[in-house]
């Protein structure tokens, strides 16, 4: 089981193995559910949502610096 | 048990922890909707009648307000202010304007560097140089922003200015002022600011009440094209410093920012709002309204003026920037 994560921004991107879930994949990566979104097919995925093996997904952060 | 969402029971696909919900797309959209309309409502922000000038970055919040208040039928323009920060500021305007351009829109364009001559990276220059001496420069982007954003409004006959200070915002910002006890910021803090004088514009942060999550969720759901790279000056800059404080607080207990913004807004804003007792004036330069200084003999000159004397006609070439581009 192989997921492929963009993270952006900077632009970066990593493959991560032995994940079941988006849970998984974020607590793997080490970044928090409440500050990014994960897309995936253009749709956003809740942290329950199950991941195939090869998916590819974006880890979009969502923390900006001032409006 | 596969979570359901809290309006219609279909298949969720954003979780909003601090209210204990999930949404699915229609929902959420709606979600966002009747947040800004609770804020314009609860704060009397916006009359059916006013017209609105919504200050755009290109970035997700900001694209997201003027969606949002379109939506709701509010007469609104846009406006773009260019900070001269190469690809970046390109790109942002860029987004801005298709953005304009696919709901028939007007957009105005503001650029720094050709109205008042200077460029954001050419302030981070003289703040590397002056040390802790000197305004940053996301300070002086963030002057130079009020300081032209009411004067567009003033000059173009606009009731209000909009901004996109989302929840987040407003939380990092409280936290940052609390830990300094500045109370004269705080005192100003506030979801709405009422045109008190002549040459005041009122101003409005109509998603006080929207995660910055949420409002990105809301530009993927509705195909908003928006600036996702960072700003190349803000990097570790101390409002980010204060999020990542706050969202770690937040991971561990859903609702803190909530609770600490909106505690302050009910709570103890108003009390802090009666003992400000700042004196305004007219700036002696360009006659905008400032704070009077101390001295009754002393000509008023605001912020703005002071910034721009120091960057124009100081030492200001531009440090060289690491642009980041989109993938």
Known sequence: ?67 | MAMRCKRCRGPVVIEVRRHNAAFCRDCFVHYAGQQVTRAIAKHHMLAPTDRILVAVSGGKDSLALWDILLGLGYQTDGLYLSLGIGAYSERSKQLCERFAAARGATLIVHDLANEQGYTIPQAAAQAARAGTAGRSSCGVCGLSKRYIFNKAALDGGYDVIATGHNLDDEAAVLFGNTLRWDTESMARQYPVLEATRPGLVKKVKPLYRLAERETAAYCVLKAIDYVIEECPLVAGNTQMRHKETLNQMEEASPGTKHNFLFGYLDRAAALLRRADGAELAECSRCGMVTQAPDDPAEAPVCAFCRTRARLVDGDARPLPITEVRAG
Request: charged share 30%; aromatic share 2%; net charge negative.
């Open chain 1, 1 to 67: 089981m192989l997921v492929t994560a963009r993270l952006r921004p900077p632009d970066r991107t990593v493959e991560v193995a032995d994940v079941e879930r988006v849970a998984d994949l974020l607590a793997k990566l080490e970044v928090l559910q409440g500050t990014v979104l994960v897309i995936r097919d253009g749709d956003l995925l809740t942290s329950q949502d199950r991941l195939r093996d090869g998916d590819s997904v974006e880890v979009r952060f969502a923390i900006s610096g001032g409006a």
